[in-house]
């Protein structure tokens, strides 16, 4: 296979990062805009410096001309008028004509300050007007009132050639000043075009600039950030063999790299936890089974343990009642230990018995009234109940969908081992309570008994576990073992109340309906903290 290499200008750019590429996108974007933005600025300047030369020289310039001709019109007027008349109103115009000239002229050289050239055309106009009224002007208005001067009629034809040559520079110049206002005009006219054009051309390429940019964040940054999202979502849709591409700049490329090693990781442990699954599926079946045969096995065991027990205990006896003090006092003993425990293990194997039977041969289901189920209970232990002297209390039970058997061994045992376990000599006061919690019922058995030590609070729960040897207590160690069993059956929980401390409270939840067990391992804890 033939292996491609990337120019060296390529596999360069290729490791560029999306600051990389975005820092270069803002520069040049930058410097094409502050270039166009001074270019912008120039016109505009050169706009406003035309227009402010127009209107404030040029045209200013040009009228100021035209006033000036027509002061020296009026001078040139009242000299005519006086010297053909004498008249001393004539007067009036001709000085009035000379202060005008003089703030004209101050004003046109002032405007016309920087341009030579007209200056040089007003330095013509006031030689012009200098002659003439050096040789007109002046002579005829310093003659006397009241008569023509005869200074007026003899050089009245050099008089007109001099005031024509003054109009004639004046004319020239007002002309020129034309032509400079023209020519102002047009370049304020060519600039504002230019000016129009270059805004023009910075908009294009401000909207060029837009769509480059955002064209390039559409290649370079979103569409690749979307090509990835888009994987993404394929994966967590649970196509997880999707693989993810590899597209854009550096860091994305990375970032890519990244999830898809995520990816790959995620597949291999889902790889494993399907195996761990599997085998975990295989070894509940296997633990389910053999549960089932455990079950069955106690079961038959202890069934089929019961005709020879009761032929071993009844031996026993007999043996007792017939030869009880005939034989030595250590006869007598070792027969009473016989006695003893065969009635103890006949005891234990009717218990373990009833245990095998919970969830597996009582489990039928129906509408039960715990307030009947708690007064066949209280009469099935009246016996005890009457020697002990107990004193029960109770609210008022709900009827709930349970099996009727099994609540009867509940509470057969809850309230059993309240007054079994009393402080000698003290009468055994006991309550049980019940209130709904949403969709379960909490009950308590609370006793004045002797207590649970918060380390045996899980401990008791578990079969066969005794507390106290059978010498002060008897008993098989299964009855609350089957107060659980019974208990998860109808999907509640069960646990020690360890905040009671003035005896033993035992609290339990059950379902208001029939739910499978350990769904409600958060209704009560199981051993309340102290």
Sequence with gaps: MTVVEKPPHTRELSRWTTRRWLRLGVTVAMSVLVLLGATGAWALERTASISDNLVDVKSPALMTSIRLESALLNQETG???????????????????????????????????????????????????????????????????????????????????????????????????????????????????????????????????????????????????????????????????????????????????????????LVRALDFSEEARLRLDEQSADLKRSNAELEQFAYVASHDLQEPLRKVSS?????QRRYGGQLDERADQYIEFAVDGANRMQTLINDLLDFSRVGRVHNTHQSVDLNTVMKRTLTAISVSIEESGAVITRDELPTLVADSTQMGMLWQNLIGNA??????????????????????????????????????????????????TKDRYQGSGIGLAMCKKIVEFHGGTIAVDLTHTEGTRIVFTLASRPTGPGEQDELIPQAVTR
């Design 315 to 319: 031996f026993t006896q007999l043996l």
């Design 79 to 265: 000299i005519r008028g006086y010297g053909l008349t004498g008249t001393p109103d004539f007067l009036d115009p001709y000085r009035q004509g000379l202060r005008q000239q003089k703030v004209y002229t101050k004003k046109l050289s002032d405007l016309l300050k920087g341009n030579p050239a007209r200056l040089r055309d007003l330095k013509v106009v006031e030689d012009r007007v200098e002659t003439w009224q050096a040789q007109i002007a002046r002579p005829v208005a310093a003659s006397p009132t009241g008569r023509p001067s005869p200074l007026a009629t003899a050089n009245a034809d050099r008089g007109r050639k001099a005031f024509d040559a003054t109009r004639a520079a004046m004319a020239t110049q007002q002309e020129r000043l034309r032509a400079d206002r023209a020519s102002a005009r047009a370049d304020l006219s060519a600039t504002m075009r230019l000016r129009n054009w270059i805004f023009t051309a910075i908009a294009a390429v401000i909207v060029a600039l837009a769509v480059i940019v955002s064209e390039a964040l559409r290649r370079g940054v979103t569409g690749p950030l979307e090509r990835i999202g888009a994987d993404a979502r394929t994966i967590a849709e649970g196509d997880f063999r999707h693989p993810i591409t590899r597209t854009g700049p550096a860091d994305l490329r990375r970032l890519g790299d990244e999830i898809e090693s995520m990816r790959r990781r």
């Design 419 to 468: 007054i079994k376990f009393r402080h000698p000599g003290e009468t055994p006061v006991i309550h049980i309570s019940a209130e709904q919690d949403g969709d379960f019922w909490r009950f308590a058995v609370t006793d004045n008994g002797i207590g649970i030590a918060p380390e045996y609070a899980e401990k008791v729960f578990v079969i066969f576990q005794r507390l106290h």
